[in-house]
């Protein structure tokens, strides 16, 4: 049911999604009633002791786990889901210290984001799982805590989390209210039927309104405002009521021991020495080292070397049961055997194998390039190893002629693409050129011939050079995203306008509270991916967060446009534009060009041109004179200096007819405009 | 007793030594007739003089606003680092001297004699040899000029900029154009035939129009040797921030290119021939010391912040090295003081460098790089060996901006104001050729000794 549920909700129009809110509101709200009964069940059974939590849980030896003592309803798996800078690191550094996963110290900060990355920019990255020991009530629990990523970009991880949690804690800012990764956040959970535990944070700070968010999120996600949790994650108030939460109203896998062993991959990590770590779910039975275990996916066998817990460093067990989440070493020498979603399973005892999930589609592509060709063999190792930790980044080999042999990357989202490339410099010291992003077109073939030679009707176009001409085209398709905006409610003038001339349409509109509006907006995916952000934030003060989803492909009135040189293209500068932006893209990409390219002996035409109609045109002019007034004994060194420069520089320019274009140019052209 | 010492110096040549063929006196295409042997027994002299009295507003240059008077102790540095460089160099003649700065007018004439004196101890200096001091037309100045003629100098070179009042003080400079035309009339009574004039364009406010009626001025009560200089605003410069700010506007780009050929038309019509992209005489009236830095010849670099290009034998150097001196002149006092010169640089070009030093400022003269000439540096690669195969040079010859014939390699008229556009395509396939040339030694006779290239 679950899954017919959330399949429906993907399908729906759009505008229906909107109207069709009530009838998710009672879902909720049954949903919520099974969960009353649970916790009333729990409550009955077990008085609770708050007191007893100081003392709680640690498990100082760490070899005598015995993880057999933690039958499935002892067990509680859940994430932690927040908009960015919520505090959902923070919240994760408490839990971690209350049960003794760490030691507590000033020091704790984001102890699970683990990159430098993601210490910088405050997101995770890369979700880390660490299991708690809790004591409660006189019965101790395991508690897997899957950190997830706060932003949609990375919503491929995070979806990869949910599967293996029962529950999730969404942090809310008690200061900010609800944002626009909140919401999308939240309907992930919702739509995977999770237990949703509102936590409101920070309310230590002064402008802590909880109140407010209280009520806000009574109103967006239909849960009663009695269910939320205040807390500051910072100082430590009330977390342990969250902790309790967790145990009361989080339900325990549904999971037996007494089935045959099953579990879910649902991460993967790559070690130079073990070879694949793969983070699994025991969905069913029990694993234990020296196991033969069995990938659905590749239908090979491996030998169980090493499993155990994170807690959140790996932690030797020997064994994990059913409804546990830990790691597991089994030979594998290459990520690619790790598949995210595989089943794993005894050998002796074959099962079915779980759904798994859908491979993360890229919606973003950028070219990247090593500043220097010298450099490319460097560049090749960093990616690959990235890539190994992040599989949902797509890889194809490109070249330029402008910029030399690199790649064409796919990424989730724009923020994915600016860690990866962040990574990149930091973690592998690479300098890199990334070319502005651009989105994957559609064209529905309408030619025979065509067809037969692509093998299908409708055809994906990742590089404009490859977009096919109108007349063997019945339609062009672009993808679309469904943008979700909140902002104080003064600022929406400027954002509605903005919206439209990014071609968008609105969808609906709600306040959900006396200040605060929520905009949702159809935008062409291409309309958002290159500035929309940093226009909506400064035009907001800041005060506007944006978030995406996919939604599916619209048809567009898309066209080529070629930037021609003393009448000769460019090829890497072709570009795909819709109709209605072609004279504006063209214009800037003249101007562009006509900045970076150096006069020359000769005037130089910089135009734009669909087919043979030129639409913009800059005009560099010839130098009529250049030559140094005065150069004598003592401007020779000077002079050499500069013309020796030049003259280097003239060996890497790139020629168009005769026309000298420096690579800088096309960096100008092609990079992504700096912050 | 100063003058009576120049005085001395001017009245009895027998001071000086001879060389024993060509004297001294630079003879159009002398070394080419006489070798590769000359190249490094001769060179030029420059003197530098720091100071100024005041800064220039679009002035760079490496000078210094003196606060007390030193000029005693300069002028015992710059004879004393004159005669250890001399010496290093081990040149039997020096062919022509150049007091340049700075304000060398500033300089007691004496000074001027002194040095001079020690080229003479030295090497020999003939008595025709050009010696030229530059000159601000100012009253002082001028009183001064009769003074350095008998402390040995035969060529003024002076610094007029322009004969509009305004101009002169966004300029910054000290003198009127009153005082410049007396300047300029003292020293042709002093020096007939050898008095230069030294002038700017594109100056701000400054129209095409306006530039002609001054250059027609100019005309009229010049010598026989104009020097027309593109104002190019320098980093750091007062004129600089002007124009940053939006205070001062200098014409465009298109603007001072029309002024640049129409002075080219002006002083063409009136009989001056253009000799080099910025220099134009009357009767062959060329700087003959000048012309050695753009024939690639040896020069030697005296007093802060000067440069030098030359082969130093007396510390067992065979290749030719580009020397800087210490630019600060108290610094650059106490080095000569201690260790006899104030060298702060010494790079050593190699075959290659050297040859794009002659590339490049050989093209600057009208006349251009002739066959002659080049194969005194590259007796191995003929000017059509390395340029002749390259289509690029291929493009510019066609487009007539650049001219490969039976006398050398030259810009043609239109071509040498674009002269900076071309230099990068020339040097790279310069560079392309030497070093397949390189390669090509290296492959097919290891042990056949080519001859030894120029220095």
Redesign the interface.
């Known amino acids: 049911m679950s899954f017919s549920l959330v399949k429906r909700w993907c399908e729906t129009p759009l505008l229906r999604r909107v109207l069709q809110f009530k009838t998710y509101r009672r879902k909720i709200l049954n949903y919520n009633m099974t969960y009353t009964l649970l916790r009333h069940r729990w409550m009955k059974r077990l008085p609770v002791l708050s007191s007893s939590f100081k003392m709680i849980s640690t498990q100082t030896d760490k070899d005598a786990v015995d993880l057999s003592k933690f039958p499935a309803d002892r067990i509680r798996n859940f994430c932690i889901i927040a908009h960015i800078d919520h505090g959902k690191s923070t919240l994760a550094d408490r839990l971690l210290e209350m049960t003794g996963a760490i030691a507590k110290t000033e020091k704790n900060k984001q102890v699970l984001d683990k990159l430098q990355v993601e210490r910088e920019r405050g997101i995770t990255v890369k979700a880390q799982t660490a299991s708690l020991f809790y004591n409660h009530e006189g019965q101790q629990y395991l508690l897997n805590l899957i950190d997830t990523p706060g932003h949609v970009d990375f919503s491929y991880e995070v979806s990869r989390s949910i599967s293996a949690c029962q529950g999730v804690l969404l942090i809310v800012d008690a200061n900010q209210g609800i944002q626009a990764q909140t919401v999308a956040n939240f309907y992930l959970a919702f739509e995977a039927q999770l237990a949703i535990i509102p936590v409101i944070n920070k309310i230590d700070l002064k402008n802590a309104d909880p109140e407010r968010v209280e009520s806000q999120i009574e109103k967006v996600f239909d849960i009663p405002r009695e269910e939320c949790i205040r807390i500051s994650a910072k100082l430590g108030t009330n977390v342990e009521n969250v902790l309790q939460a967790v145990v009361d109203r989080i339900p325990p896998p549904e999971a037996s021991i007494d089935d045959p062993f099953k579990a879910l991959v649902f991460d993967s990590n790559f070690d130079h020495y073990r070879g694949v770590v793969a983070n699994i779910a025991v969905f069913g039975g029990r694993v234990k080292k020296g196991d033969r275990i069995v990938s659905a996916y590749l239908g090979k066998t491996y030998e169980v070397n090493e499993l155990g817990l994170l807690r959140p460093d790996e932690h030797s067990t020997g064994k994990l049961f059913a409804g546990q989440v830990g790691y597991i070493v089994a030979g594998m020498k290459d990520v690619k055997e790790a598949q995210i979603g595989d089943t794993l399973y005894l050998q002796e005892q074959p099962v079915e194998a779980l759904p798994g999930f859908k491979p993360a589609k890229a919606m973003v592509f950028a070219g990247m390039y090593p500043m220097d060709q010298s450099e490319y063999q460097g560049l090749r190792s960093a990616i690959e190893k990235l890539t190994l930790n992040d599989s949902s980044v797509t890889v194809q080999r490109d070249s330029s002629l402008a910029l030399g042999a690199g790649w064409r990357l796919g990424f989730l989202g724009l923020l994915h693409m600016e860690v990866f490339n962040q990574r990149l410099e930091q973690e592998y010291n690479a300098s890199v050129i990334v070319t502005a992003p651009t989105v994957p077109y559609k064209a529905v073939l309408s030619s025979a011939k065509l067809i037969k030679e692509h093998g299908s009707k409708e055809i994906t176009i990742v590089n404009p050079a490859q977009f096919p001409d109108r007349t063997v085209v019945s339609e062009y398709l672009e993808p679309m995203v469904l943008g979700t905006i909140l902002a104080p409610d003064s600022y929406t003038g400027k954002i509605m306008s903005l919206c439209l001339n990014r071609r968008a349409v609105q969808k609906n509109m709600l306040y959900i509270d006396d200040q605060r509006v929520m905009m949702k907006y159809l935008f062409p995916l291409n309309e958002v991916v290159v500035d929309f952000y940093d226009l909506l934030k400064s035009l907001s003060s800041g005060y506007a967060s944006f978030d995406y989803e996919n939604a599916g492909y619209q048809a567009a009135d898309l066209i080529k446009m070629d930037i021609l040189l003393n009448g000769r293209p460019v090829e890497e500068l072709i570009t795909i534009v819709h109709r209605d932006r072609a004279y504006s893209s063209g214009k800037a990409m003249c101007e562009r060009l006509k900045d970076s390219i150096p006069r020359q002996m000769f005037e130089i035409a910089v135009q734009a041109a669909i087919g043979s109609k030129v639409i913009a045109r800059e005009t560099i002019k010839a130098y009529k004179k250049n030559v140094l007034a005065k150069c004598y004994g003592g401007d020779i060194t000077r002079k050499m200096k500069l013309l020796k420069k030049q003259a280097e520089g003239k060996k890497k320019m790139r020629l168009i007819g005769s026309v000298e274009v420096p690579k800088d140019a096309f960096i100008n052209v092609l990079k992504r405009k700096q912050k | 007793m100063m003058s009576l010492r120049a005085a001395r110096r001017a009245l009895s040549p027998g001071v000086r030594r001879f060389s024993d063929t060509s004297g001294g006196e630079i003879v159009e295409d002398v070394s080419e007739r006489t070798g590769c042997a000359q190249l490094t027994t001769q060179a030029s002299l420059?003197v530098h003089w720091p100071y100024c009295l005041r800064r220039c507003s679009y002035c760079n240059f490496n000078k210094y606003i003196s606060r007390d008077n030193n000029d005693h102790m300069m002028t015992e540095c710059l004879q004393k680092e004159t005669e250890t460089l001399l010496q290093l160099s081990q040149v039997s003649c020096v062919t022509s001297v150049f007091f340049g700065g700075g304000t060398p007018s500033l300089a007691h004439p004496s000074t001027v004699a002194a040095v001079l004196e020690t080229v003479s101890g030295q090497a020999s200096l003939s008595e025709k040899a050009e010696v030229t001091l530059e000159v601000n037309p100012t009253p002082v100045g001028m009183s001064k000029l009769e003074d350095f003629c008998r402390a040995g100098v035969n060529r003024f070179s002076i610094g007029v900029q322009s004969l509009q009042d305004d101009d002169l003080k966004i300029l910054g400079r000290d003198h009127s154009s009153r005082q410049a035309l007396q300047t300029i009339e003292e020293a042709r009574r002093l020096c007939p035939g050898r008095v230069s004039v030294d002038v700017m364009f594109g100056r701000p406010k400054q129209s095409v129009e306006s530039w002609e009626n001054e250059l027609s001025k100019l005309l009229r009560v010049c010598d026989d040797h104009m020097s027309l200089?593109?104002l190019?605003l320098e980093r750091g410069t007062q004129l600089f921030k002007q124009v940053q700010g939006g205070e001062v506007t200098v014409p465009a780009?298109?603007v001072?290119?029309?002024m640049?050929?129409c002075a080219r038309r002006t002083l063409h019509q009136h009989g001056f021939l253009q000799y080099e992209?910025?220099n134009f005489a009357k009767h062959k009236a060329v700087s003959h010391h000048?012309m050695s830095?753009w024939k690639g010849r040896q020069?030697i670099?005296v007093g802060p912040?000067?440069?030098?290009?030359f082969v130093l034998p007396g510390e067992g150097g065979v290749a030719r090295e580009?020397r800087?001196q210490t630019l600060e002149p108290d610094v650059w006092m106490r080095e000569v003081q201690q260790r006899g010169h104030g060298t702060r640089r010494r790079i050593q070009l190699n075959h290659l460098?050297l040859l794009?030093?002659v590339l490049?400022?050989g093209m600057?003269m009208t006349e251009g790089i002739n066959h002659k000439h080049w194969e005194l540096f590259s007796p191995q690669l003929s000017l059509r060996e390395v340029f002749g195969r390259s289509t690029d040079v291929q493009?510019l010859l066609q487009?007539g901006?650049l001219i490969l014939d039976d006398r050398g390699l030259r810009c043609s008229w239109d071509g040498?104001?674009?002269?900076?556009?071309?230099?990068?395509?020339l040097?790279?396939e310069l560079?392309r050729q030497i070093s397949q040339r390189l390669q090509r030694d290296h492959h097919t006779d290891g042990q056949t000794k080519k001859t030894s290239n120029p220095r």
């Open positions: 420059y200089y593109q190019t780009e298109d001072t290119a029309e640049y050929q992209v910025s000048n830095y020069y670099g912040g000067a440069h030098g290009r580009a800087t460098e794009e030093e490049v400022m600057r493009e487009s901006r040498l104001a674009l002269l900076d556009s071309m230099l990068p395509a040097l790279v560079e």
